[in-house]
């Protein structure tokens, strides 16, 4: 049999970990009759599962009368790529058609002979998204990874025009903290600001030991020691797997490969990505034996104000948690390790 467990980051693996509430949650909030946000942003530190979630919420939404999916590409133009999406559906192109939208201008299919084509992709965007309006269909626009760059500021400018327009138009987001912060910061963009934001959660220990059980032949108790090893992190509760399915051995074999894949695919990108100021708060972490904020804050030797803005920060960034008042733990599993390695 195949391995149930997958490392590939992005797709939907088999072996999947309901996240009920944040699936109902937001799926819930787009599809209301009177929809709760038309904007949303899920944020997580990599390999926390975002892309998974935005999958499966794309998917459920997909299966409701009316509405239509697509995702966008931040590395490309993203204006154009909704027009030519749009216009190469075939359910959409009678009501283009019905609407003598000429595109063919733009290289993005419909043509109609009598019409003049539109020649600017936003006039034609926007025409469309008014017939598909009236017509009411429903366009969600799923953006993964999103970034602060030229093209998805760019969209995110012109969908703002399309919401006030009140256009059936919805946009999923996920990304980096620190790059939805930086979008959601342009001067332009404030509207982003406003939008509900979802910090992804870790995976619930009973479920993660549960379907640990299922595959293996293991005890309660050694189900839960593995849950406990991979504190809720996605990626660290499918390499775990992975490794027990294909050498058919206990967790406690394949600890130190485990550790080698959270360092290769996830920390070392983690640790890249941290500016000098945070690693150094991650360190005094990492060196911290009691997890307490006041003796981490004493490693830094510096005031407990600016102490605050790390700690808000490496919180934010969902490599650090507070499970009680004046303490900080790291999040992911054996990061702790990886960071006292990594000195
Ligand atoms: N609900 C889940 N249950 C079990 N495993 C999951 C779940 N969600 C994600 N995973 C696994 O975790 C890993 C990372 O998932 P995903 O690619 O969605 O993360 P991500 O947050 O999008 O990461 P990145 O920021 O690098 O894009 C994958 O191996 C995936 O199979
Ligand atoms: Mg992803």
Redesign the pocket.
Known sequence: MRNPF??????E?V?????DRMLDEITDGFTAENPEFQVCMIT?V????????MTEISNRIKAEKGWIVTELNPERDMLHALAAELSNRKELLQIFKDAKINLSVLGVGVEIDSEPPITDVVVALDRMLQHLTKKEKKILLSLD?AVSNQYVREFSSQFQIFLRKNYNVFLLM?G?YENIYELQNEKTLTFLYRAPKFE?TP?NDTLVAKQYKKVFDISDQEAAEMAELVKGY??A??VLGYLCYKKQCSYKMVLEEFDAYLREY?YEKIWSELSGNDREAVMAMALSKDSKVESIRKTMDISSEKFSVYRKRLLKKGIARSMQYGYLSFTLPRFREFVLEAD
């Not at 997958?6 to 797709?11: I, M, N, P, R, W």
């Not at 072996?15 to 996240?19: A, D, E, M």
């Not at 990599?46 to 979630?53: D, E, F, N, Q, Y």
């Open positions: 997958s490392l590939t980051f992005g797709k693996p072996n999947v970990i309901s996240r997580g990599r390999g926390s599962g975002k892309t998974v979630l990874e996920t980096l992804m995976l996605s990626y509760y499918q996830v």
